[in-house]
Structure formats: C-alpha cells, structure tokens
Nanobody, 117 residues
Framework: QVQLVESGGGLVQPGGSLNLSCVAS????????LDWYRQAPGSERELVAA???????SYPDSVKGRFTISRDNFKNTVYLQMNSLKPEDTAVYYC???????????WGQGTQVTVSS
C-alpha cells in the first residue's frame, strides 16, 4: 500500500527552525516531482516548495530565502528545512508526489506546524 508519512512538525517560537520529512512506501520517488504544500485555517492549500526529479527547486516569494526543499531518492524521502519561521507560517504541511506514467499523484496526511510565542 502507498503511504506518505510526514514528520517533524510541532510548536516553535518565531525565528526558530523546523525540518520536516516525508517518507514514502509503496512508491518510488526517484522519477517524480515532489512538493510541499500548506494549508492554514481559512485559507486554501498553497504550494510552498517544489523540487523536480532532477533536483531543481522553486519557492514562492512568501518563503523564498527561508525554506529549502531537498530530496534523497535512495531514502525515498523529501525534506523541508524551515528557518526564520513566522507566525504566518502556521499551517498543516503536506507532502505531495507528482504523477508518473503508471501512477497518480499522491498526498501525505499532513503535519502541524505552529509558530507562536
């Protein structure tokens, strides 16, 4: 069975850091584009980081310079390093694996990140 399991979320003070991980089973990450999304209360789910199968990363302006996405294909894992966290970063963070020729896109269940004093 396919599972994407996020970990690393929690409560952190403004200016702090967290490193999120998403480990997949039942699928292979290597050929897929991988992404992190977040959804805050009352807001739509938004893309916060993307990395191609070749390792090219992209970010929206809201997190650029603070967040870093990386991948380890041999560990079937995608990471999101978050630095200089702000209260507005508070959200549930979801990992996402893009479609390949023989499988649909896949989503994790999410991990809560709360940035608060």
């Amino acid at each position: 069975q396919v599972q994407l399991v996020e970990s690393g979320g929690g409560l952190v003070q403004p200016g702090g850091s967290l490193n999120l991980s998403c480990v997949a089973s039942g699928i292979i990450f290597a050929a897929r584009g991988l992404d992190w999304y977040r959804q805050a209360p009352g807001s739509e789910r938004e893309l916060v980081a993307a990395i191609s199968f070749a390792g090219r990363a992209s970010y929206p302006d809201s997190v650029k310079g603070r967040f870093t996405i990386s991948r380890d294909n041999f560990k079937n894992t995608v990471y999101l390093q978050m630095n200089s966290l702000k209260p507005e970063d508070t959200a549930v963070y979801y990992c996402h694996a893009g479609r390949v020729w023989n499988d649909r896109e896949r989503w994790g269940q999410g991990t809560q990140v709360t940035v608060s004093s």
